[in-house]
C-alpha cells in the first residue's frame, strides 16, 4: 500500500471513529446531562465512565485525523495545514474539559452520601455547574471548532482536488452551517439538541462520514495527490525496455 493510500484509510477510519464516539458518549452521559438531581441521586456512574472512555477515544481520533492528514495536506498549503492540526489539537482539549466536568460531578455524587442535608442545595448548584461546562464545551468543541476545522479541511480539499468537488463543497457547507448554528444556540435563538440544532448538524455528519467512506474505499483523488519521497524530488520514469 502506497504512503498516500495508507494515510488515506487511517484517516477514513478515524473519522468514522470520531462520530461513533462521540455518538456513544452522548448517550451515555444522558443521566448526568438530563437529571439535575443526579448529584444526590443513585447514580449511574458505571455508564458514565463508559461515556468518559468514549469521548477519550474522540479526543484521540480528533488529534489523529490533524496528524495523519498533516504530510498530505502540507504540500497544497503548510499554513493552512498546520492551522487545521492546531485547531483539531484545541478540538481535543475542549472535548477533555467536558469530560473532567462530568467526572467531577460523579465525584461530588460519591461524597454527598455523607453531607449533611443542608448541603443538598450547594451539591444540587454545583452539580448544576458542572454540567453546564459540559454543555458548553460541547457547544465550543463539536460545534464552533468543529465548523471552522471543516472549513480549513474543505478549502484544502477542494483547492487541490484531494477528494472529489461534491465532498469537499459538502464540507464548506457543513462547516458554515454548523458555525452559524452555534451562534444561534449561543444567543438563545434554540437549544443544541433540538430539531433545528440537529437539522444544522446533518451537513457536517453527512460530510464527515462521506469523506471518511471516500479515503477508507478509494483514497484520494490521483490528479490531487503529490507522491512523497524522501529526497522531495519527482519520480523519474524508468525508460522503455
Known amino acids: 500500500?502506497?504512503?498516500?493510500?495508507?494515510?488515506?484509510?487511517?484517516?477514513?477510519?478515524?473519522?468514522?471513529?470520531?462520530?461513533?464516539?462521540?455518538?456513544?458518549?452522548?448517550?451515555?452521559?444522558?443521566?448526568?446531562?438530563?437529571?439535575?438531581?443526579?448529584?444526590?441521586?443513585?447514580?449511574?456512574?458505571?455508564?458514565?465512565?463508559?461515556?468518559?472512555?468514549?469521548?477519550?477515544?474522540?479526543?484521540?481520533?480528533?488529534v489523529g485525523t490533524g496528524v495523519v492528514l498533516f504530510p498530505v495536506l502540507k504540500k497544497?498549503?503548510?499554513?493552512?495545514?498546520?492551522?487545521?492540526v492546531c485547531a483539531r489539537l484545541l478540538e481535543a482539549a475542549v472535548i477533555i474539559v467536558g469530560i473532567v466536568s462530568v467526572l467531577s460531578v460523579v465525584t461530588l455524587r460519591r461524597g454527598s452520601d455523607a453531607a449533611a442535608a443542608g448541603d443538598t442545595a450547594s451539591l444540587l448548584t454545583a452539580g448544576r455547574t458542572l454540567v453546564a461546562v459540559h454543555d458548553w464545551t460541547f457547544l465550543m468543541g463539536p460545534n464552533v471548532i468543529l465548523g471552522a476545522n471543516s472549513l480549513v479541511l474543505a478549502w484544502l480539499m477542494y483547492r487541490a482536488g484531494l477528494v472529489p468537488r461534491f465532498i469537499a463543497v459538502l464540507g464548506l457547507a457543513g462547516g458554515a452551517l454548523i458555525c452559524a448554528s452555534a451562534t444561534g444556540v449561543m444567543f438563545g435563538l434554540y437549544e443544541q439538541l433540538s430539531v433545528a440544532g440537529s437539522v444544522a448538524a446533518v451537513p457536517v455528519f453527512a460530510w464527515e462520514v462521506g469523506l471518511a467512506v471516500r479515503l477508507i474505499t478509494?483514497?484520494?483523488?490521483?490528479?490531487?495527490?503529490?507522491?512523497?519521497?524522501?529526497?522531495?524530488?519527482?519520480?523519474?520514469?524508468?525508460?522503455?525496455?
Open 1 to 62: 500500500m502506497v504512503p498516500t493510500r495508507r494515510t488515506a484509510v487511517v484517516a477514513g477510519v478515524l473519522f468514522l471513529v470520531t462520530e461513533v464516539a462521540a455518538m456513544g458518549g452522548l448517550a451515555l452521559y444522558g443521566p448526568v446531562l438530563h437529571d439535575a438531581g443526579y448529584v444526590v441521586g443513585p447514580g449511574a456512574d458505571t455508564r458514565v465512565f463508559l461515556g468518559a472512555l468514549c469521548e477519550i477515544v474522540l479526543a484521540a481520533a480528533v
Open 76 to 84: 497544497q498549503n503548510e499554513g493552512a495545514a498546520l492551522g487545521y
Open 218 to 241: 478509494k483514497g484520494f483523488e490521483p490528479a490531487g495527490v503529490l507522491d512523497e519521497f524522501s529526497d522531495g524530488r519527482s519520480p523519474v520514469t524508468p525508460a522503455a525496455g
